[in-house]
């Protein structure tokens, strides 16, 4: 048994309990014979921002945290994702043809050679033991090939859409791409169109995709890809979980571009508590061969970092006590986050933006959305400096591990250990069981997947004021423990061992 919670636990192991036939106030049990999705696993995002973070420290503290993500000792992360060209976490805006070339010729990743990128790549990948798929998404096209001509626009609120006459250009750019990080040793295993196609309005590197325009666009990248004997997925959509049935019906619902679909990838920024498990069941019982994969989500919008950067801007002498966040495990297992609609959501969605316990929203949604049909999670940088960034469009946000360069100082939050601790027991080709809990509190919630290994890993959240008693059961087996309160625990069953 593995625990995090907010009493300082860290992944602390401890050992669970043969049950008897007392009660307990709640029952977790595990269906041997109900499987439901296999799962790929849990990862993090190799960004530019990651890379640059990463390069204040010296060379022992950033390997010791390539480790800590990747190798078998640590998260053992087996996902990750990257963006084709830059984004709001790139130190600049760049594309890998800047100037309108159709033929392609001038198609160049060195700026990703100069900005680090592919070297924290290159790195993650020689950790020992390391094995992890790397989904890659573009934040636009370049701007030559877009009605507004532009990367983003604040100004007018747009990030422009993608001219029909270069659907072409653009499926080429995305071979083009899978190729060249294939000469580099890299290889691509799935794509998305476009990160958030229902835009960000215009504040940094984005593309409006309609879910028509999207299936359009995948029919014609599914194609080239296909001429040009590239395997790469193709994931559509990429944004918030809510909006999904739209393109999914769109493109799904088209013979050609649902061909070319290996499944959709989603977010989490609809609201700050909500897994939105209604929509995952109803596409996986709608679509029951396609994939759902959890792309991106992280703690944004923090009102505190705003302040932090701008007490650094401004030289005061006070900007060091202005990181609650920084070191700090309590705050988040507090409900002290904000996120971007605490100030801009529409005044219908506030209610889904209260502040939150970032611990509490990192734990619910993984174990939900895997109870819920999502085959895969990847959280968004794997790494940040302690104010946020470095972010060329001042859209600061945590991470769950950020770093202090001036005094190389490495900070492992709850959030890493709660995605570590899910990681570390649910394998890439595990099988999620079909898990029910019963007279159980408020705010307890279990997940359970059968891994490659034969062991069986159940995953319980609480967010309970005080401590529960539970009992797994999974076949002939039971299992008791107790949940501390504000906890992840998880039980690691081993059926191929007698019982003691």
């Not at 476009?194 to 666009?217: H, I, K, L, T, Y």
Request: with cysteine.
């Amino acid at each position: 048994m593995f625990t995090t919670s907010r009493a300082g636990d860290a992944q602390n192991e401890g050992a669970a309990q043969l049950a008897g036939d007392g009660a307990y106030e709640a029952r977790i049990t595990v269906h041997l014979s109900r499987p439901r999705q296999t799962f790929f696993g849990v990862g993090g995002s190799l960004t530019q921002a990651s890379a640059a973070a990463l390069s204040t420290l010296s060379p022992a503290k950033r390997q010791e945290v390539l480790e800590a993500y990747f190798g078998p000792a640590g998260a053992h992360y087996t996902l990750s994702r990257t963006h084709i060209a830059s984004s709001d976490f790139s130190t600049e805006s760049y594309q890998y043809v800047p100037d309108a070339d159709p033929s392609l010729d001038s198609f160049s990743i060195q700026p990703d050679r100069d900005n680090g990128l592919l070297e924290l790549i290159h790195d993650a990948r020689a950790v020992t033991g390391a094995d992890f798929r790397l989904i890659a998404s573009p934040w636009s096209a370049p701007a030559w090939m877009k009605d507004n001509g532009l990367l983003y626009d604040p100004k007018e609120r747009c990030g422009g859409r993608l001219r029909r006459e270069h659907h072409g250009t653009f499926a080429r750019y995305f071979v083009k791409y899978v190729q060249a990080y294939a000469a580099e040793g890299i290889p691509i295993w799935a794509i998305t169109p476009v990160n958030e196609p229902q835009g960000n309005a215009g504040n940094w590197e984005s593309m409006d995709m309609s879910p028509e325009e999207q299936r359009d666009f995948v029919r014609v990248l599914g194609r080239t890809l296909a001429e040009a004997e590239l395997g790469p997925h193709v994931l559509i959509f990429d944004q918030n979980r809510r909006q999904l049935p739209a393109y999914t019906a769109a493109i799904y619902g088209d013979q050609e571009a649902s061909r070319h679909a290996f499944g959709a990838a989603v977010h989490w920024y609809d609201s700050t508590f909500k897994v939105y498990e209604d929509v995952l069941e109803t596409q996986h019982r709608l679509y029951p061969d396609k994939v759902i994969i959890h792309t991106e989500g992280t703690i944004d919008g923090v009102a505190d970092l705003r302040v932090y950067r701008e007490a650094c801007r401004a030289g005061s002498a006070d900007a060091e006590r202005l990181t609650p966040w920084w070191q700090n495990d309590p705050w988040y297992w507090q409900k002290e986050a904000t996120d971007w609609g605490w100030d801009w959501a529409p005044e219908e969605d506030e209610p889904d933006h209260p502040r939150y316990a970032p611990a509490f929203r990192y734990a619910r949604d993984l174990v939900v959305g895997m109870g819920h049909f999502l085959a895969g999670w990847v959280d968004w940088n794997i790494v940040l400096d302690k104010g946020g960034g470095p972010n060329h469009v001042e859209n600061w946000c945590l991470a769950p591990v950020m770093v202090d360069g001036d005094t190389d100082t490495v900070y492992y939050a709850p959030t890493f250990h709660i995605l570590s601790q899910v990681s570390r027991f649910s394998r890439p080709g595990g099988v999620v069981l079909e898990t029910t809990v019963d007279g159980v509190p408020e705010g307890v919630v279990a997940a359970s997947i059968r891994n490659p290994d034969g062991t069986i890993a159940v995953h319980v959240f609480s967010e309970a004021a005080y401590d529960v008693d539970y009992v797994v059961v999974a076949g002939d087996r039971r299992v008791a423990a107790t949940s501390p309160s504000a906890s992840l625990q998880t039980v690691v069953l081993d059926p191929r061992a007698a019982p003691a």
